[in-house]
């Protein structure tokens, strides 16, 4: 019972430590971050059609159980959009201090028809600003504020 104990202690103070060091997120902070991937990031295609619009919202998910009514999917690299939260701090629209300005490739799309199992959306291309919510330690885009 004694060694179970010490080995359940070093346990906890090895995760703990590896926390600290930001090696290990919470669940929490890898999930939000995993969404917000699949719903924002495309570093391969140029985008910029109805057409990726509508093929990339229903491959990500966002067409299901209902249609998203818009979306941004960012193309760049992951390190190019994870640097934008090592920029200074702005406010989110939510009144928090963890938002992130930079400026990037984009593809907005925007739902133009719901048909019964078939959500049609118009893509439009840029370079333009966008805001990002980062957390976790080392910080982390979750959530796309505009």
Known sequence: VM???????????????????????????????????????????????????????????????????FNTFIHENIRTINNICRTTNIRCKNGRMNCHAGVVRVTDCRLTARFPQNCRYQGRGSSRRVVIACEGNPLVPVHLDS
């Not at 902070?29 to 917000?36: A, E, K, L, N």
């Not at 919202?57 to 159980?65: A, D, F, K, S």
Request: aromatic share 6%; hydrophobic share 35%; charged share 15%.
């Open 3 to 69: 060694a179970l104990q010490k080995t359940l202690s070093l346990l906890l103070l090895l995760l703990l430590t590896l926390l600290g060091l930001g090696l290990v997120q919470p669940s929490y902070g890898q999930s939000t971050y995993q969404r917000f991937l699949r719903q924002h990031v495309d570093s391969r295609g140029p985008g910029g059609t109805n057409l990726y619009c509508n093929t990339m919202m229903q491959r990500r998910g966002m067409t299901r159980p209902t249609c998203k009514q």
